[in-house]
Every structure is written in C-alpha cells, then in structure tokens.
C-alpha cells in the first residue's frame, strides 16, 4: 500500500497526539489564530486535524464541500496540505477565505468556490490546480433542517423531507467523490435529530448513501457533543421534554470515514 500520511511507523510509540479510538472527547474547541468559532454550525478543528494526521500527506490536496468558516482549509494550510472549499452562500465563503488567508502559507494553496455542491463542475479545481484528482474529502453537511443556513432553495437545510436530504446529499457525494484519487480516504461528520418525538437518524442515513455510492466504510467514531449556542439557553426545556417523552438528549455525533477502492 502507498503512504497515505506522514506518521513515522518506526517511532510509532512517540505519535501520542495522533488519536486511534473510536470515542474523542473534546472538551475544548481550538480557538487560535484564524479559527474564531463565531459560525453557527461550524466544527472543531480538532475533526480536520487528525483526520489529516492519518489520511493525508504534505502536499496533498483535500475538499470540503461544504465549507462553511472555512475550519477545514485554516487547519489544512497549517499542516502544509493544499484545500478546496465549496460553499453555496457568497458572504460566507468570502468572510472565510479572508481569515484563512490573514495565516496564509508561501506554496500551499487554500480556496473556495462559491457554488452548489451538488452540481459543481469539479474540473473546474482539477483544471486550476493542474491535478488529477484530491487526496482526501470531509463532508460536514447540515444535519438537514435543525440549523436553517440559508435562504437558497438550494441550500441542504431547506430539504423539504428526509428523502429529499439524503438525495441532495448522497448527489453532493456522487459529484465530488469522483475526484478522490481511489485508494484514498473521505469521511463525513454528521449527527441525528429529533422530530415529533421520533428520533432520525441523519447519521446512519449518510452513512448508508455514501456506501451505496461504493465507498467502504473504515470506521465509527462517537464525538462529544456540547450545547450549540442557540440550545444553551434553553437547557432546562430541553430536559424537560427528554424527561417527558422518553427521550435522550443528544451529547454526540458520528464522524464516518471511508475508502475509495483502487
Ligand atoms: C455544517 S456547515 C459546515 C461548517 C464547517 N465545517 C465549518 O467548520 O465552518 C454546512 C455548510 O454547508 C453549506 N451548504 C448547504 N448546502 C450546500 C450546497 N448545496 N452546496 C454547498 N454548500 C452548501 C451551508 O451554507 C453551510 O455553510
């Protein structure tokens, strides 16, 4: 097998910092430099970082269709990785790329096409950067409907039913993951919501897309999940609904990872 990382097998006693359980709990989020934490829905970076750590080397190029504040390509440049963002709403796209840029790196590319993912003309990256194809993607997609991003019907959140979220989605996959080079890996980062006291279980249904889409699935992991900024204030309604409908609040998420096989 090709490397897929730069990780030093032969000290691999001494890679404490590169994490191999399938439970992360992260008490705090990494606010430095550029990654501010202000976008609502955005990830930590900490998910970007040992993503990279273990399926990507320097130089290689990763995507993130679904860009958002740009958490993924800040933590990218960092490690000497070149990204690609795609991000459907214009004032988001360029508010990131302008705080990815203010920690800008001479030789490493970071960028972001404003578009649909679901229909981008991903030529269009492989033409501008000269490659083949990209060597890792990660998926944050909305969690369907909980965060409403946008306005634009095209935007994931405003699906208007279960079906039609996992279509746009497993649509998004189908686009973008024709440009991972096969034998390299992609993952998605998604949790489950709960409507009229029913749980859906977004997570297992991405999960399932992207199978049906050939991609093997690798691995499992349970994040912990902290308060959003808009549930903090309203804690104590929350439990009580749990309480009063049998319900669990949610204190986790999934991060899926995958592989595109030669
Ligand atoms: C969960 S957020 C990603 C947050 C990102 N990981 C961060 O740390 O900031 C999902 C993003 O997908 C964008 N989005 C929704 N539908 C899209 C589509 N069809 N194509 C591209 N981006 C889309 C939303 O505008 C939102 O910024």
Redesign the pocket.
């Known amino acids: 097998m090709g490397k897929i990382n730069d990780l030093d097998m032969s000290k691999w006693k001494e890679l404490t910092d590169v994490w191999t359980d399938s439970l992360w709990i992260i008490p705090q989020r990494d606010n430095s430099g550029a990654h501010d934490g202000h976008?609502h829905?955005?990830?930590v970076p900490q998910i970007p970082h040992q993503l990279l750590m273990r399926y990507t080397k320097a130089g290689d190029f990763v995507l993130?269709?679904?860009?958002?504040?740009?958490?993924?390509l800040i933590e990218a440049q960092r490690m000497g990785r070149n990204s690609i963002g795609?991000?459907?709403?214009p004032s988001?796209a360029a508010e990131?790329i302008n705080r990815i840029h203010s920690e800008s790196k001479d030789g490493i590319v970071a960028d972001t096409f404003v578009?649909?993912?679901?229909v981008?003309d991903t030529r269009r990256i492989l033409d501008t950067y000269k490659i083949d194809n990209v060597q890792f993607i990660i998926y944050?997609?909305?969690?369907w409907d909980i965060?409403k991003?946008?306005e634009?019907e095209?935007?994931?959140?405003n699906s208007e039913t279960l079906n039609e979220f996992i279509d746009?989605f497993r649509q998004?996959v189908r686009n973008t993951s024709a440009i991972l080079e096969k034998g390299r890996y992609c993952a998605v980062?998604i949790g489950d919501k709960y409507a009229n006291s029913q749980l859906v279980p977004l997570g297992f249904h991405c999960m399932q897309a992207m199978q049906q889409e050939g991609l093997t699935l690798k691995a499992t992991i349970v994040k912990n999940f902290e308060e959003t900024k808009g549930k903090a204030n309203q804690k104590a309604l929350w439990r009580q609904r749990a309480l009063q409908n049998g319900l669990y609040l949610f204190k986790h998420e999934y991060i899926f990872v995958f592989k595109k096989e030669k």
Do not use: C, K, M, W
């Open positions: 976008y829905g955005n990830f993130d269709p679904f860009a958002g504040s740009g958490t993924t795609i991000e459907l709403q988001v990131a578009d649909d993912s679901r981008f944050h997609p909305p969690y965060i991003f946008s634009d095209n935007d994931l959140s746009n998004v980062v």
